[in-house]
């Protein structure tokens, strides 16, 4: 039996398992070959030496969680039965003032969790200050995910309290330079941008903050078209929808990553396809605790860039895999008869590759290609509900399940070996951070509406 951990743990190594995911698909008999942390060949077997023979194993490009927030990693069964727009009532409660500390144990947390199912990139989603990121940076270098760092700072707050109260466009930037220093030193660490949108800047800011996001080339990330409430009052304060606003001030372009989309017209779409701005889809939010279902196998009909999101609901990429497809398939295909669902590539390509591009990933990782970053997982196809084994691509869609991950690599390195950390002792940090995670999830301020399923249990006839 192959020691993986020894194995990944090299310089240089080839793999050759019985499957092999690339961009032009599923191939047999070949071999992948990693060199300081890049692919440096990948094609048949007999092309690549000195070969690692791996029968029974799949390898598949790293699925990218395209939006998360793992600030608020400890709350997410509070919001079973909670109706929309949870983030007034609980998640900014929880968030707004964590400390370092706090915010490095969420933050591990969470890439912990993304780790064992699958993500090897998390794109994280919070108007971070250099203090809250100290500590994500901290977890995201222990724990050796790639990660899209967040920060931000809104003009103004509304009554909600998105913001701290109201901030110059100067004051913006020094965040954002600040932020890009931070990040600069850390090569899986990229920087981002993140605002409230019209609810916590007005249109001429949300300009210029493209403006500079686009001049410094980093991604700004804008939640779009995502609860009937804020499509609403954009409506009624602007006269326009929500994509529709950002578009007619310029705001949108390929550095912009909008988020979930579901309320989106189809005037919108083309506003997205004619400026190519990025989205993400986040089928398991919209299960849980969203209005609607983003019309994403029209994203991909139109060649929308987009990517597969948790938004915080579960960690476990190939959940989220199956979801993209079982909610398109629902909402959008059967309707139609559509019985191919834009067919399992769509969904496995949005969650891992496409995902990568639509993240800021391009030409350097999210593909099995040479010059790549090798970001990949290791998969055991010798479980009975994958056998016997007649398309894998389907098959990877709706029955493979985090327990199959024999090794998650990022950037050539083991960070997951059999389900396990790869460098750090999960028995004490899980000892730990308990107490935090409770502290955290008993803010005060949290406020459930729909409160704990046990009050809604029937008393059990005598």
Known sequence: MTDLSALLSQNRYAIAPQVLLTPEGVKSNWALEVTDGRITNIGPVDSVDD??????????????????????????????????????????????????????????????????????????????DSIKNKGVHKAALETGIRLVSACGL???????????????????????DAHIKDCAPYPLISPSVCCSSFIGNSPQTLK???????????ILQIHSNEHFPEVQD?????????????????????????????????????LIIETDTATSYNPLASIWKGNAVAPALRFAQ?????????????????????????????????????????????????????????????????ALKIGMAADFLIL??????????????????????????????????????GGKPSGWDVDDFTSSSTKIAEKITSNPEIVRCHGPS????????E
């Not at 390898?59 to 709350?75: K, L, M, R, S």
């Not at 727009?85 to 706090?102: G, L, N, S, Y």
């Not at 609901?313 to 834009?342: W, Y």
Request: glycine letters at 8%.
């Open 51 to 128: 070969v690692v023979q791996m029968v029974g194993s799949a390898i598949i490009p790293g699925f990218v969680d395209a939006h998360t927030h793992v600030g608020q990693i400890f709350g997410k069964a509070l919001i079973g039965g909670e109706p929309a727009q949870i983030w007034r009532r609980i998640w900014h409660p929880m968030e707004k003032d964590m400390t370092e500390e706090e915010c490095y144990i969420t933050a591990k947390w969470a890439f912990w969790e993304a780790l064992r199912g699958g993500f090897t990139k998390v794109v994280n989603y919070g108007l971070n």
């Open 380 to 417: 055991d196809m010798m479980v009975p509900e994958c056998l016997p084994s007649h398309d894998f691509e389907w098959e990877l869609v709706r029955y493979y399940n985090r327990d199959q991950a024999e090794a998650v690599v990022v950037n050539g390195k083991p960070c997951m070996i």
């Open 154 to 176: 809104d003009e103004f707050a509304d009554s909600s309290g998105t913001g701290s109260g109201n901030h110059t466009f100067d004051e913006i930037k020094d965040v954002i």
């Open 302 to 366: 139109r060649n929308v860039r987009f990517g597969v999101g948790s938004d915080t609901t579960s960690a476990d990429a190939f959940k989220n895999l199956m979801a993209a497809e079982a909610c398109q398939r629902i909402e959008h295909a059967l309707p139609v008869a559509d019985f191919s669902a834009g067919a399992a590539f769509t969904w496995v390509d949005a969650a891992t590759s496409q995902g990568a591009l639509a993240t800021g990933g391009k030409n350097d990782h999210g």
């Open 234 to 270: 954009c409506i009624l304060n602007f006269c326009m929808r929500p994509t529709e606003l950002l578009h007619n001030y310029g705001v949108l372009g390929p550095h912009v990553l909008l988020h979930h989309t579901t309320l989106i017209s189809e005037r919108e779409i083309e």
């Open 454 to 461: 046990r009050n809604y249990r029937m008393p059990a006839e």
């Open 208 to 218: 210029k903050l493209s403006d500079y996001c686009q001049e410094r080339g980093i």
